[in-house]
């Protein structure tokens, strides 16, 4: 099938933008998991980080085939996950926020000062083999996972989780067992993310995976709201959206852009699209 010209120019001019929508997206659905059940997590840039090298070392110095690189790079944000799991999800609110902030902050400290994977300068020269259309596959393919899970006995308990922690646990819902599988799932969609992300710029730095990022994907899901899958999804468009359109303010775009959120927090509580899902058997 032939491209038009017209078609063609308009992905090549807007490549890095399109690029932008599926890769935030799912990072706003790898935040959405982890608020459906209760938890304010901040480690899915750290996720995203170790998605991001893990997968540029497999395509860099081991040279495997893209199609084993992407699963391969999930395993070692879930392996971290994992790992921080246990002991951080017996905190919560903002106790767990400063516990992944500062695991991820570690992380990010170890890119900057080892050389393996380019130091402070980053790395340079990832294999450009991400197309557009597997990142709206994969991010099509996660929003309706989401939404059949949150559809079913399993959605019921992350909404129960969610309202109030400690009357689930009474209902019988194992709510640690829940929070491990929610942040497991986080950790794979940001994780792909990530993969995708280097392999669609072919150059990675350490400071894309540090507090600000972890800012911006929570901010993704707070002005979309966490009623249903798609509302996160579009919330990080919008927000990826607004400075392309806003190319000609520079010098008042943060500043809009952080009013935008402050006014969506204060006035719509349930985000922009916070309407909720109808549930099997509700």
Aim: charged share 10%; with cysteine.
């Amino acid at each position: 099938m032939t491209i038009p010209p017209w078609l063609d120019d308009f992905l090549w001019t807007y490549q890095n933008l399109i690029h932008g929508l599926g890769v935030n997206g799912l990072l706003a659905l790898s935040m959405y998991v982890v608020l459906a059940v209760g938890q304010l997590s901040l480690g899915q840039a750290a996720f995203m980080g170790l998605g991001a090298y893990s997968g540029a070392l497999l395509s860099m110095k081991l040279h495997w085939p893209f199609a084993l690189v992407l699963p391969a790079s999930c395993v070692p944000p879930v392996v971290f996950a994992l790992i921080i799991g246990v002991p951080t999800l017996r905190l919560s609110g903002v106790y767990l926020a400063i516990a992944t902030i500062g695991l991820g902050e570690v992380l990010r400290s170890l890119y900057l000062k080892w050389d393996y994977v380019g130091g402070a300068l980053g790395l340079n020269g990832i294999p450009e083999r991400a197309e557009t259309w597997m990142m709206f596959l994969a991010l099509g393919l996660a929003t309706l996972a989401l939404f059949l899970i949150g559809r079913s006995r399993f959605g019921r308990a992350m909404e129960a989780m969610r309202e109030d922690a400690t009357g689930a646990a009474a209902m019988g819902i194992d709510v640690r067992r829940y929070h491990l599988v929610a942040l497991v799932a986080s950790a794979v969609l940001a994780g792909l993310a990530g993969s995708l992300a280097a392999h669609a710029s072919d150059f990675i730095s350490p400071n894309e995976y540090g507090f600000e990022p972890a800012v911006t994907i929570l901010s993704f899901a707070l002005l979309g709201g966490i009623g249903n899958p798609l509302a996160p999804v579009a919330g990080a468009w919008f927000l990826t959206l607004l400075p392309e359109l806003m190319r000609d303010l520079p010098e008042i775009r943060l500043a809009l852009n952080g009013a935008i959120i402050v006014l969506a927090v204060l006035f719509l509580p349930r985000g922009l699209f916070g309407w909720r899902m109808k549930r099997s058997g509700a």
